[in-house]
C-alpha cells in the first residue's frame, strides 16, 4: 500500500502504549515565519509507502515543518531518557528538540516518524528547541551518507526551514528535520530508570523492546541476557564499520547510543581525510574523549554502562560475561573490513602486518584516508603498476615502495586477477564520503543563496559512493587547503 495523502495514514505509535511516565505528550511549535521545503528524499519516501508527489502539497510541508498535525491519530511525544555525557551522567536528558509525531506502517514495519528543531518540550532544560539549516543539513546529507555506505543509521526524509532567526553562535535560520527510524530508544532510556530505581519500569520497556525489534529472543532462556549480548555485538559491529571507512562521531554519549545499534544523532561528525588515529572531529571535545581512535572503547564503555542498567534483569556475572564478547566481536569485524579493503580474502598474521604497516605510513605521511584505499585496487600483482597519485601521497618514497613489494607479494598468494580484485575493492572503498568542506559548500550555498542544487548533487553521490560518477570526479579529491578552518561543534 502506498499513500497519497498524510490525511490517510494511521500514525498512531507503539511507543505511547507504554507507560506515560517515559514520555510527555507535547506538540511542535509552529514557526512564526512562513515554511518552505528545502530538500526530500525519495528514498526514505519509498520506505515509508509515500507517493513522491505528496511532497509538493501545502499539507507536507506544514506537517514537517510542525505546524499542524495531519489528523487526530498524530498523538506527538518526546522521549524521556538521561545519559552519560563525556563520562558523567547527567540525570535527565530527553527530547529537548525532537519530537516523535507518530509511526508510519508500511511493508510490515513500523517507522517512528520525529521531527528535530520543532520546538520545545518538557526536557529542552534551557534549550530552545530549534535547529539551525547549517546543522540539518549536515545531518540529512550525512544519515543518508552511512546508509548509502551499508552502516546502520537513522534516516531523514526532508527538511523544511523558515526564516525565524535562532541564535547559535550568532543569528541562523530555522530548519526542522524529519527523521526516520524503526527506533530512536537509546542506552539512556534504560539508564533513567536503573538509576530512578524503577526496575518495573524497565522490565516493561526492556520487555516492549524484546517484542517489537529483538522478537527473535522472546523464546530464550533469559530474553534479557539475549537482548544485551544483542546490542552488544550489534554496537561493536557498527564501531568496526566506523572505522572502516575513518568515520567518526564525535558526541559518543550513551544518550546517543542506539538499543538497535545505528548511527544516531549527527552533530560534530567528520570523515577522516589526512589519516591521524587521534583525530578529533569534535571542536569541543578538549581533551579528545571521542577521538577517532578512541571509538571502539567508548563502544565497550557505552554497552557497559548498558549492562549496569539492565542488573536488575540479568545477573552480574552474566552482564561481564556477555561484555567480554565485546572486544573480540570487534576485532573479528575490524580485521575482516579492513584486510578486504586491502583486497585480501583472509585475515591472517602477514595480511595484518602489511595493513599495519600501511597504516603507519599513512599516518606518518597524514595521507588521504578514503583516497589511499581506492586508489590501491590500481596496484597489479605483477608489481608493474603503482599510481603516481597514490604514491605521490607517502613523503617516504622508498618505505612505500618496499611496502608495495610486500603488499604486491601476498596479492600473488591470491588466485583472483587484477580486474576481479579491483571489482571487489571498489565496492567496499568508497569513492566518495561527505568531506566537511563538501557539506560546508551546500550549506553555505544554501544559506546565503537559497540554492539548494549541492544538496541533489552529493545526495546523489552519497546514495551511490562506490560507483565512479566520472562527471562529478572533483568530488573524490583531496580537500583544498581552506578546509582545515573548518571547526565543527555540539551547537546545533
Not at 545499534?261 to 552533530?267: A, R
Not at 536488575?312 to 564478547?325: C, M, P, T, W
Not at 604497516?357 to 597524514?366: C, F, Y
Amino acid at each position: 500500500m502506498t499513500y497519497s495523502s498524510l490525511n490517510e495514514i494511521d500514525f498512531s505509535a507503539s511507543f505511547a502504549d507504554l507507560p506515560d511516565t517515559l514520555y510527555s505528550h507535547v506538540n511542535p511549535t509552529a514557526l512564526k515565519q512562513s515554511v518552505e521545503l528545502v530538500h526530500f528524499n525519495h528514498g526514505v519516501a519509498d520506505l515509508l509507502g509515500l507517493e513522491h508527489a505528496i511532497s509538493n502539497t501545502q499539507d507536507f510541508i506544514e506537517i514537517f515543518s510542525g505546524n499542524k498535525l495531519a489528523n487526530t491519530s498524530m498523538q506527538p511525544l518526546a522521549m524521556l531518557y538521561s545519559g552519560h555525557q563525556f563520562g558523567h551522567y547527567v540525570s535527565q536528558l530527553g527530547d529537548g528538540r525532537a519530537i516523535m509525531l507518530g509511526e508510519i506502517n508500511h511493508q510490515q514495519k513500523n517507522w517512528e516518524i520525529q521531527l528535530k528543531g520543532s520546538g520545545q518540550t518538557p526536557y529542552s532544560r534551557q534549550g530552545d528547541g530549534r535547529a539551525v539549516l547549517r546543522s540539518t543539513i549536515r545531518e540529512y546529507l550525512c544519515s543518508e551518507a552511512m546508509h548509502g555506505l551499508g552502516i546502520p543509521t537513522t534516516r531523514a526524509l526532508a527538511i523544511t526551514r523558515s526564516n525565524d532567526e535562532i541564535y547559535r553562535e550568532e543569528i541562523e535560520t530555522a530548519a526542522v528535520l524529519t527523521r526516520v527510524a524503526e527506533s530512536h530508544i537509546r542506552f539512556g532510556s534504560f539508564e533513567i530508570l536503573f538509576y530512578r530505581e524503577q526496575p518495573q519500569l524497565l522490565k516493561t520497556l526492556a520487555d516492549f523492546v524484546i517484542k517489537q525489534h529483538y522478537p527473535e529472543l522472546l523464546h530464550a532462556k533469559n530474553p534479557y541476557l539475549a537482548l544485551l549480548e544483542q546490542v552488544i555485538a550489534r554496537t561493536a559491529k557498527l564501531m568496526a564499520q566506523w572505522q572502516c571507512v575513518g568515520f567518526s562521531h564525535g558526541v559518543m554519549n550513551t544518550d546517543n547510543m542506539s538499543i538497535l545499534g545505528l548511527t544516531l544523532d549527527y552533530g560534530p561528525y567528520g570523515f577522516m581525510e589526512a589519516y591521524d588515529p587521534g583525530f578529533i572531529c569534535n571542536h569541543s571535545d578538549h581533551h579528545g574523549r571521542y577521538a577517532f581512535d578512541q571509538q571502539p572503547q567508548i563502544g565497550l564503555w557505552n554497552v557497559t554502562c548498558l549492562a549496569q542498567a539492565l542488573t536488575s534483569l540479568i545477573e552480574v556475572d552474566e552482564a561481564k560475561a556477555a561484555l567480554e564478547q565485546y572486544q573480540p566481536l570487534f576485532s573479528e569485524y575490524y580485521f575482516s573490513g579492513m584486510t578486504q579493503k586491502l583486497g585480501f580474502e583472509t585475515v591472517n598474521e602477514t595480511n595484518v602486518e602489511v595493513l599495519s604497516e600501511l597504516m603507519g605510513l599513512m599516518q606518518q605521511s597524514r595521507a588521504d584516508f578514503s583516497l589511499t584505499f581506492r586508489l590501491l585496487s590500481d596496484i597489479k600483482k605483477d608489481g608493474s603498476t603503482q599510481p603516481t597519485k597514490l604514491r605521490d601521497m607517502f613523503v617516504d618514497r622508498p618505505a612505500f615502495e618496499n611496502w608495495c613489494t610486500a603488499y604486491v607479494r601476498q596479492l600473488n598468494q591470491q588466485d583472483k586477477t587484477d580486474t576481479q580484485r579491483k571489482q571487489q575493492m571498489d565496492k567496499i572503498n568508497p569513492k566518495y564520503v561527505l568531506r566537511n568542506y563538501l557539506a560546508q559548500n551546500a550549506i553555505e550555498k544554501a544559506q546565503t543563496e537559497n540554492d539548494f542544487s549541492e544538496i541533489d548533487n552529493l545526495m546523489k553521490l552519497l546514495q551511490s559512493p562506490y560507483d565512479e560518477h566520472p562527471e562529478h570526479q572533483q568530488y573524490a579529491e583531496a580537500p583544498p587547503d581552506w578546509a582545515e578552518n573548518i571547526q565543527v561543534s555540539c551547537s546545533s
